[in-house]
């Protein structure tokens, strides 16, 4: 790693003791407090509820406390490329298009009654710093996603039900686990008197799930820092980086007809949607070949794969002695920052759709329809950042993990990093494993040591000027 400049813990080391002395004997409090979070529901459009109660939480330790709703409007004048449609876990994935997503298509959808911003703010609380110190954003998002299939959870999914160890309920680990791991560390630093120079900016966001507009409306307003932490679930560890994904479908054509009226003298004339299927499926997965056969130079991602394709979902047909007149193909892709950018991805899949209708006679007349749902493009940093080599520090120091490793999920850093200029790592308690599935949970063990990485780091952190070749960043509250 290249040499840094040291952290001080001198001026503040005994508060610094105390403030982890507090959080070793506040465990039960801690857990209770993400137990709190965990019961009040907060599914992706449904977010205003537990909004509420971190602004309140963030208003009683002397934040000054924003609740700032998304400008959907705004978003798409100021981030064309990037900006999504906003999502709600009922109406998910409803509009697709063929380009980019644009504010006017919005509009004329007829959507904006539910696909809007109303009582679903971000919250943001500014803990102002004496001065002279590195700024710092704690980033994570409320919202989850649905808890279907709930016939399948066996507890409670907003019970925060407490088993072995072990914290069951939807959110636990994506990522209420991170959220409230970060505001019980700055709890017990604040009941330590540990000053900071540095002014730390907690932001809870909205729609990081299928959309990532909460995050992006604070970047787009001027919230800054000279650093930021987004606290998905890494098990702890340190990621300086995660690929890019992109949601899509593909509507293949056919010709309804029933047995009698499928082939007419002698020449075929019913055609069903799912005889195409292989045509297309073959194309998909030939990019992902091409694309996984391409040599990846980057040591960061050594070892891995740089593109997965899913197939998720097929849909189609409405009678069994009638050829498909339409089949739905639906899935994603993940792809790592050395691909292309996303204009780059969505191009290679629309030729990849376009070679599987110029091979078949059918098709070619008739062309499969593809679409996108969603895009997040791909965040890559170096490994030696001063931000990740300072954190990897703190947890050698803390005999924890101090490697320095590729994200492997798409997260709002890619708005913080590539919209904000803003160096940035993904650090937090819980696992990806849990994310989206019944019976979510978090490992308490793991949130509480988290609350003692970030009592050691917020501190080493914002006491210290900034590196010869950067500035602070002044908190702001546009």
Known sequence: MTPSRPISAAPYEAERSQALALAAAGREESIAALARLVRIPSLTGEEGAAQRHLAASLKDLGAEVSLLEPDIAALFARFPNIAQYPTHWQHDLILPYTDLPTYEALRASGLENVLNYRDRPNVVGIFRGTGGGRSLILNGHIDTVTIEPAGEWTRDPFGAAIDNGLMYGRGTSDMKGGLMAALMALTFLKRAGVRLRGDVIFQSVVNEEHAGNGTLDLVRRGFTADAAIVLEPTNNGVAVSHPGGLYWQVRIPGRPRSPGARWQGGIQDGVSAIEKLPRVIDALLDLERRFNAVPNDDPMERGRAPFALVIGKVAGGHYETVTAG???????????????????????????????????????????????????????????IPLAVHMAEALKARGADGGVRPGPFCCDMRHLVNQGGIPSIIFGPGTIAQAHKPDEHIALGEYLDCIEHLIEFIPAWCNSDAEPEAGTQPARRP
Do not use: C, K, W
């Not at 920052?337 to 059918?362: L, S, T, W, Y």
């Open 326 to 384: 339409e089949v739905s193909l639906r899935g994603g892709a993940y792809f790592a920052p050395g691909v292309g950018d996303i204009g780059d991805v969505m191009r290679d899949f629309r030729q990849a759709v376009g070679r599987a209708n110029d091979a078949d006679d059918f098709l070619r007349q008739h062309p499969a329809r593809l679409e996108f749902l969603h895009h997040d493009d791909s965040t890559r940093q170096s490994p030696q």
